[in-house]
């Protein structure tokens, strides 16, 4: 669906943006990317033949999600961190944050060779997808390994910014359900009463001593690959880094394993622990309560975020009404 936060350039903006960023550089080509629902993408093509991508914030003064305040910066931030690390990611060509061109962030990244997961895991042979999520998984272990100095969102003035992963999630659940009463979204249950549940277990949060980067939105689709023509695939590239908090490693299975039970992938649990060694995740009683915190987390992110990007309609009303029943079974564990 169309996304009221995608801010759109003309060709002269356009323009503009690569004269600030690579001087009197000339663009060659150039198109809209349609993948995203956030940030505006383009595909540019410099004279020289150099391929970057542009994304260009969505206006700061549009109401959005309490989390979602200076997006880009924190992509930014994680793409520089995560390249140190060796986790395949965009490189930052070129990042503008005093909005005076466009109005809004905008960043050149390097292209990523390869397509999406999302588009050609059907193609694979079963080992090779399996393959594919194991040498996935083997990246998030390295991008666990960075440690930031604190818990939660890094943004201006968050209220998730805490000492503590308990104080952190505590705060990133308020939020959401501060936007959902806000916006009067519709959920499985009253926001009290969810509050409620998801704070019934956090003292698990405790077990959590580093705050950990990690990514929180790694579907296939946010995982670019390279078929090799047999039935499997390189990893290539991770991308849209803007969703990045410091917390529980054990809460980027929620996007590994999207939708699905990660008992149920133990590609991704022992592409982990090859990578993570003695910080590989079990499967314990404790760690599958706290999946059941994040994805219940998620799943009110993915429920609450249509109003403000002005998602309507009966596609997306059948799209609320299965997410609300999905959260009503992880609810139903805690």
Do not use: C
């Amino acid at each position: 669906m169309e996304s009221l936060t995608r801010r759109r350039i003309t060709e002269d903006e356009l323009r503009a943006l690569v004269r600030h960023g690579f001087g009197g550089t000339r663009i060659s080509r150039w198109h809209e990317l349609t993948g995203g629902t956030f940030n505006a993408a383009y595909w540019v093509r410099l004279i020289d033949g150099t391929e970057l991508v542009l994304k260009v914030a969505p206006p700061p003064d549009l109401k959005l999600l309490t989390h979602e305040v200076d997006l880009m910066r924190t992509e930014v931030d994680f793409y520089r961190r995560a390249g140190r690390a060796g986790v395949p990611v965009p490189q930052v060509e070129h990042a503008g944050f005093d909005r005076s061109l466009v109005g809004s962030d905008f960043v050149f990244l390097s292209r990523v060779s390869g397509v999406g997961l999302d588009s050609v895991r059907d193609d694979l042979a079963p080992a090779g997808l399996a393959a594919v999520r194991a040498e996935l998984a083997g990246h998030a272990a390295r991008l666990h390994t960075i440690t930031g100095p604190a818990y939660g969102y890094p943004l201006r003035d968050s209220r998730t910014w805490q000492p503590t992963w308990r104080a952190a999630f505590g705060a990133m659940v308020d939020d959401i359900l501060a936007d959902a009463t806000r916006l009067g979204t519709v959920l499985p249950a009253g926001p009290d009463r969810i509050g409620e549940l998801l704070r019934r277990h956090a003292d698990l949060l405790d077990d959590v001593t580093r705050p950990a980067l990690v990514h929180f939105d790694l579907w296939d689709g946010n995982v670019f690959v390279t078929p090799d023509g047999a039935g499997g695939a390189r990893v290539t590239g991770l991308i849209d880094g803007e969703r990045a908090f410091f917390g529980d490693p054990v809460a980027e299975l929620v996007s590994l394993a999207l939708l699905r039970d990660i008992a149920d992938e133990p590609a991704i649990l022992a592409g982990y622990a090859e990578v993570a060694g003695p910080e590989r995740i079990e499967l314990t009683g404790s760690v599958r309560r706290r999946l059941a915190l994040y994805t219940s987390y998620l799943y009110l992110i993915m429920i609450v975020e249509g109003s403000p990007r002005g998602y309507v309609g009966p596609e997306r009303a059948e799209f609320e009404d299965w997410l609300r029943d999905l959260l009503a079974t992880q609810l139903s564990q805690l």
